[in-house]
Every structure is written in C-alpha cells, then in structure tokens.
C-alpha cells in the first residue's frame, strides 16, 4: 500500500508541476500495480476456488499446501514490481502523464512506460 501511494504522489507532482496560477488539480484516480511471478499465484488459487465450489477438502488442502510452498519459496520476486496501470481522473493529467514517457518506481531499478 505504501508503494501505490508513493507512486500516485510522484504521479501528481509530475502531472502537476507545470500548472498555472488557479488552474485545477489533476489527480489519479487508481494504480494497479502486477508483482512478478503472480500469475502462478492466480492459477492456484483460481483451482482452489473450484475446489472450494465443489467441496472437494482434499484437493483445497492440497492446493493451499502448494500455495504456502510457493510463496515461501518466491517471496523475495513476489515484492517486485514489474507494471503499474494507472487511471487519470482527468484527459489533461491523462495527456500530462503522456509527456513522461517513463516513471521510475519508488524504491525500484523498474520504470513505467
């Protein structure tokens, strides 16, 4: 949480930095930001959820036991972020953004294109 609330502050500055006096404010209105190596996260929990729909408690036990040995096994890639896709509340900070073609992540060797 910390990590998208940094990244929409940067954001605004940038889309904010060239205003003139009494212009309005461009803000963002959502990140959502994709960790590496989540993809195999989804998939099991998405056989997990069939599992739970059908009420099979040995194939959910089995699937949250290769789970928990995923992540443990992945937690340092888990943290790293790879994308952000970003939502403008407005064209103007929308086209601002635009201008920027890269924005470093906070804390991260990654940009956003």
């Known amino acids: ?12 500055e940038l889309m904010n930095r060239h205003n003139q006096r009494g212009e309005a404010r461009n803000q963002v209105a959502d990140v959502t930001i994709v960790f590496k ?22 194939k959910r036990a089995k699937l949250d036991k290769k789970l928990n040995k995923y992540i443990k096994a992945n937690r340092d890639t888990l943290r790293e972020p790879m994308q952000a896709f970003i939502t403008c509340e407005t064209r103007v900070g929308y086209q601002r953004l635009l201008k920027n073609n890269m924005i470093k992540l906070y804390g991260s060797s990654k940009f956003v294109r």
């Open 37 to 58: 190596n989540t993809s195999q996260i989804v998939d099991i929990l998405k056989h997990r959820g069939d599992a739970l729909q059908n009420g099979d408690k040995i």
């Open 1 to 12: 949480m910390r990590l998208k609330m940094s990244l929409i502050e940067n954001i605004e």
